[in-house]
């Protein structure tokens, strides 16, 4: 089975930078070809759709208020997903969750266990 373990996640001031990364190990490691992506979750909101990247890593896609502030990207050979969030802000806060096999806006057939990002001064 596929195991997902995300890392970066931490507190930062507004304005400043993090960057996610999500290690893929198992049978169908990322990097394998499913389709990754990167969700979160804050306490008032349901789970939401952050980015996406596809198996080949050619094709991107970001939810709106992300778009020009993040980049996700892939390295196949470290099996590895990263997410950069620049000029961060309070409602970045959230936790991020690392998803491989995309299905839907909120479904994915693998799920890390989440990372905490904090935007706060």
């Known amino acids: 089975q596929v195991q997902l373990v995300e890392s970066g996640g931490g507190l930062v001031q507004p304005g400043g930078s993090l960057r996610l990364a999500c290690y893929g190990s198992g049978r169908a490691p990322t990097g394998s070809g499913l389709t990754m992506g990167w969700f979160r979750q804050t306490s008032e909101n349901e789970r939401e759709f952050v980015a996406t990247?596809?198996?080949?890593?050619?094709?991107?896609t970001y939810t709106d208020s992300v778009k020009g502030r993040f980049t996700i990207s892939r390295d196949g050979a470290a099996n590895t997903v990263y997410l950069q969030m620049n000029d961060l802000n309070t409602d970045d806060t959230a936790v991020y969750y690392c998803?491989?096999?995309?299905?839907?806006?909120?479904?994915?057939?693998?799920w890390g266990r989440g990372t905490q990002v904090t935007v706060s001064s």
């Open positions: 998803a491989a096999g995309i299905t839907g806006p909120r479904s994915a057939t693998y």
């Open positions: 990247i596809s198996g080949n890593g050619r094709t991107t």
